[in-house]
């Protein structure tokens, strides 16, 4: 019989190490799942999971039982992931002339697939990225809960700290914002 997150989180906070392994095991994937839509990097997520973890462990004396360990966790790995995200555009514009540079190589198209069937791919792949970075950190966020992890509202609204009709509000700015700025190559197909 498997153990709930409550029982699970009662054993950690005992000091139980295997409690708090059950939690990871039972986490980890979503958590990753979470940090790499938000982070749009594999390294990056794992990176996140590590440290949501650690900081979980660390302040697990400060969760209060009557919420979701799950909510509460998402809330540091998302938070951890936008702090990550923040902290990469302060260094982007030093990397600026640099990746100039490594665009026009990377722009060449791949012997493959066709170059049209590449160009269009890295078009829309390029649309899409711009997309979700014009969507506030709030937006991006309660998007990728709704529409990649299938959150509900109220997990949306608990795990950024919002109500309700504010996690409603961000989630339907963000589809707004995204239709319009992908219209243009939905419209071309």
């Not at 990056?44 to 209060?64: I, N, P």
């Not at 799950?70 to 923040?86: Q, V």
């Not at 982007?92 to 049209?116: C, F, K, M, W």
């Not at 890295?122 to 711009?130: D, F, K, P």
Request: zero cysteines; hydrophobic letters at 40%.
């Amino acid at each position: 019989m498997e153990e709930t997150d409550a029982a699970a989180v009662a054993r950690a906070k005992a000091g139980d190490k295997d409690g708090f392994r059950s939690l990871v095991e039972r986490h980890s994937r979503s958590v990753f799942r979470l940090a790499y839509r938000l982070t749009g990097n594999e390294q990056d997520a794992e990176d996140v999971v590590q440290e949501t973890f650690l900081r979980a462990y660390k302040q697990l004396h400060h969760f209060e039982s009557r919420a979701s360990f799950g909510t509460w966790l998402y809330r540091i790995a998302a938070n951890y992931s936008l702090d990550l995200i923040r902290s990469r555009r302060r260094h982007q514009d030093q990397r600026a002339v640099a990746e100039e540079e490594n665009d026009a190589l990377l722009s060449i198209p791949s012997p493959t697939p066709g170059p049209d069937r590449v160009a269009y791919s890295a078009q829309v792949e390029g649309r899409i990225a711009s997309a979700m970075a014009e969507l506030s950190e709030q937006e991006r966020t309660a998007f990728v809960l709704r529409h990649f992890e299938g959150f509900s509202i109220e997990e949306i609204a608990a795990t950024l700290d919002l109500g309700a009709s504010a996690a409603k509000h961000s989630i339907f700015r963000a589809v707004q914002k995204l239709r319009k700025s992908l219209e243009p190559i939905v419209s071309s197909l």
